[in-house]
Structures are given as C-alpha cells and as structure tokens.
C-alpha cells in the first residue's frame, strides 16, 4: 500500500530519532493493517495485540518520564506514534486518553504516590486511564460541569455525583479520570478538580452509547450518585485544578489532530493506489485531473494540517501551555477538515468500490467526522480563535 | 571473555521502490530512498538473538558503502547492536563481490571478531556469495544458509534446510555464519533503542585505514562488469480460461504447452 511521502521526510524538520520512530511504528502499523483493525471491530474484540505490542517497544509510553518506564519524550513523539498507526489503517484511539491526557496530568501534577501507583503501567501499557469530561448538559465547557465532589465527613474522602457522556473506552480502562468540581471553602464558589475513579469502584456505573462508528473502542455513559472515593482520589492539587485541567486538554487536540492526519493519509493512500491501477479505457483514471487535482489538493491540507501539529507539539513540549493552545485547537481543526475532506474525496475516487466492504473505506466516512465533533466541536474553536486569536466580542 | 559478533549489513535502495540502472550500469542510489537491506535485518535479529543467550557478547555491525549508509548502521543499533563500523571511499563505488568481500575481510579482522553473521544475499546485487567469500578470505569455516542459529561451547550449530532433507551443521568459532529470512522475523527497533542509537560510537574507515589498495576495488578493479541492462519488459495480458463445460480440458491444454504438467 501506498503511505504518501511527506516533507517532514527531510532531516532538517524532524530529528533522526523522530524520522527513525515514524518509520519503526509504520512498520509495525503496516504489518497490523487496516484488515487487523476491521477484523477486530467485526468480532467485537479489541486491538489488545497490537497494543501490547506497540507497548512493549516503548512506543505508547514514549511522553511519559524516564524514572517511570516512559520514554523521557513528550508529546512530539507521541503524536507521531498515533499519526504512524494511523497512517497504517490501525489507529489506537485509547493513546489520545491514557498516556497523552491522563499521563500528561499524573506526570506533572499527581502525588508521588499516585505517579507510582500509575505511571509505569501507563508506560508499559499494562494499565489505561480514560477520561471524562462532556456532560449531557454543559458539553465540553469546563466553566458549566455539574459534576461535584464534596467531602465525606464520616471517611475523610469524597463523594462525587454527576453524569458524563461520550467517554471513550471505560470497560477497557482500569481508571477514568473524571473532570468534577468541589466547592472552594473560601469562596463558596466551585472549581474544577480531577478525580481517578477505578473502574470497579462501588456505585461507579457505565453503559456503552450504541454507536455508527466503526472502532473497537466503545463510547460511554456514567452515572455517579454519591460514588465513595478515598481522599487520594483528588489528582494533585485541589487548588490548582484548573491548570492542571488545560494541562491535559493540549495534548488531547494535538493527538486528536494527529489521530484525523493518519486517517487522512491512510485515505489518500489506498485512493492513490487506486488511481494509479484503475483502468477504465486507455489510462489509469489517476491520469484525469477530475481525479487527480482532488487527491493533491487532500494531500497539501493534511501536510499543512500535520505541519499545524508539530508546531502545536514543539510549544506544549516546550513548555509554553498558552502558545500551545492556540495552535493544538487550530491544529485540531485544521486535521479535523483536511481528515473529512481526504475520506471523502477516497471515497469518490473509488466509485462503487468506495463503499464496499472489500475496500474498507466507507465506514471511514463516520469514522473522520470524529474529528469535526470532539473532544470540541469546530465552532467551538472557531468561538476560541474569534475571540482568544482576533480580539472579537464574546459571542456567549 | 566476551564473544565478539561482527554483522555485515549493506545499505540498498528501497527494494519496494522504482530501482533503476544508473549510466554507469551500477545501482542507482539516488532513484529511491535506500535502506537496512531486508535480509540484513535477520543476520542482525540472529545476532542479538546469540547475544542475549550469550553470558557476555558485543555486536559490531559493519558496513560498506557510501555516506548514507550510515542509515543502516543507525538502524542495526537501533535494533540492539553495541557499535558500528563504517567503511566509505569514494574508490570504492562500483565494487564487485570480489572487491566487496575483500573491504568486509578487512574491515572485521580490524574490528575483531569471533563470529561472523550475514544475511543470505543482498536485496539489489543478489549474487549471495559474499559469506562464502568473506569466510575464505578470513581463513575461517562458513556454515551459510541456516534458518536456525545458536551458540555454545565455543562452536556455532544451526539448520540448514534444503529441498530434500534438513541439515544440523556446527563450526568451531572463528567462523561465519549466514542466516535466510527463515530465522525468524526482526524485531523492530524500541524506542529506547531509537534514543540509545545516536550515542553509540561509529567508527569511520576508508581504505588507506585498511591497507587496500584502491585499484583492487571499485568499477575498474571489479571481476565482472554488467554489459547491459534493460528494464524488464511489462507482463502481458494473461489468457482467461472461460469455463463453458470445457473449461478443464482447456485449463489442462494450457497448462501442457506451457510444459507445467
């Protein structure tokens, strides 16, 4: 199969090691492929080999520090082990959460005794933390979760209430880690903490959301009504939750973004393959510019899109969480459209075929609005970059 | 004392590339993005495999060939190996098997060596006789072709499967061995060992390092010279055999012009 080239092939934009991941994980990706991932879907089980195997090379621990397992990298790294596998057709989605978010969090601002009791796992893929934060009725905005924590008098720890949707993969994940708020005692006014709540913790209670979506890795409710948590519960600082919050949401829209330029490239790929072979009459319809121009046009928007990552990454890890940002959600936007926009432009170059089974595009069609959607919706950054990037009046 | 294993790798253009003839009739390495040659990866996989069994071993990888093939060595020590030997010459474009094996033989006497492991062939040049070269060169036992390899008490022992039966075959060390791309598939390179890569020392020869002799090498040093080469002509359009009741007999009839029964 075809994996389209890219400028970021030339030594002078990525480093050695960076050039010499992309190509390790692409094997691995390659040898998995895109017919591992649908089986996998088909028989409703999870890519738990490739996962294992990928994390095993270090690959799905890459950000996380080197005293715990990790590969001392950051986000740089990481968001090329997505793009990588994607690329190939087998994206694990799960990275977007456990090491990126969830690790990103714990790593900079959990207890010793929660990086201990977490991290290494993270790292070695043993263990997996989802996230949860949009709720039915606030969405993706922080400012308006209901979900609260208040003290437990009687045990010294908490009790959290409130309800989450659109959690990915909590029956496969030993912990979600859940964006709540508690009451500031000062104050009386509430803001956002972060909580781990084990999955087999008592009254904590998730049901799967019936999905289109092609991917092993399932959506979910949660219903928590006074779920009992102990004290260390609380991630770091119950002070500080709210950069502690941001501090995870970057690295979600730039893996986010990485996670549309792989399904974009691996689009563009079997679409180019296609052209190339297809003859109807004399040529090979990728010599038509009705076919081609389209296919160019997908490439140059996931290039830039990829290029809008990088940077994005190169801040966050470069600790600049404001300038980081701005360019993850402009990153996540601009991968979201280049990602929708190549899926379908795939899909009409194959005609009929597009939407065949045997070719395996068309569940992609579901699959590349995820991108459009979460984990914030498109005009939600366009609201963010209106105001935050222009200076234009607050639109809510 | 610790068991010295020298890996020669070549570096090749992408086998999945548009490989080209340069005008010169050697490879062209500019036409497509080279590489670990494939069957190179398993010598170097077999080598990491003995090491790890071994109580105490050092892996050099040795190659020879132009400034990116440093690319090669980057990957074999990636993949595990200790440390790198490159030999590069502007002399030495063109080189021949002949040439090729006499640089190698060189090149792991220098770095020392108690076992040799190479892969079964090169995926452009093909000719697969380097290992029995090389061995010859170095006036040691080659045990080549092996799909299975181990090491212990000083001797080398391995399978070598044939058409008609499988051989178990040992040398005492010194000695070379090669492996096929039955060994067992490579590992990828972890990210630990992508980190570790670039730390790793890579030691640059060319031939005056080496006291060789620049006319014994190279295109005009060579044995043998490539006369000609034309791509190979594009497959023509198959027969179909419609099967209309007769269909067997017509796929039989084929089959018998065709000589395959």
Redesign the interface.
Known sequence: MTTTGSTFDSALLETEERRALRKAVGALGRRYGRDYFTAAVREGRQTDELWQEAASLGYLGVNLPEEYGGGGGGLAELSIVLEELGAAGCPLLLLVVSPAICGTVLARFGTDAQRQRWLPGLADGSLRIAFGITEPDAGSNSHRITTTARRDPATGGWLLTGRKVFVSGVDIADATLIVGRTEDARTGKLKPCLFLVERDTPGFDFRQIDMELSAPEKQFQLFLDDVALPADALVGDEDAGLLQLFAGLNPERVMTAAFSVGMGRYAVGRAVDYARTRQVWSAPIGGHQAIAHPLAQAHIELELARLMTQKAAYLYDAGDDMGAGEAANMAKYAAAEACAKAVDQAVHTLGGNGLTAEYGLASLLTASRVGRIAPVSREMILNFVSHHSLGLPKSY | MSLRIVVAVKYVPDATGDRHFADDLTTDRDAVDGLLSELDEYAVEQALQIAEAADDAEITVLTVGPADAKDAL??AL?MGADKAVHVEDDALHGTDVMGTSLVLAKAIEHAGFDLVVTGMASTDGTAGVVPALLAERLGIPQVTLLSEVAVSGGKVTGRRDGDAASEQVEASLPALVSVTDQSGEAR?????G??A??KKPVEALDLSDLGIDAADVGLAGAWTAVQEAAARPARSAGTIVKDEGEGGKQLAAFLAEHKFI
């Open positions: 980057r990957k990636s990828y390179p972890s990210f630990k992508i980190m890569a670039k």
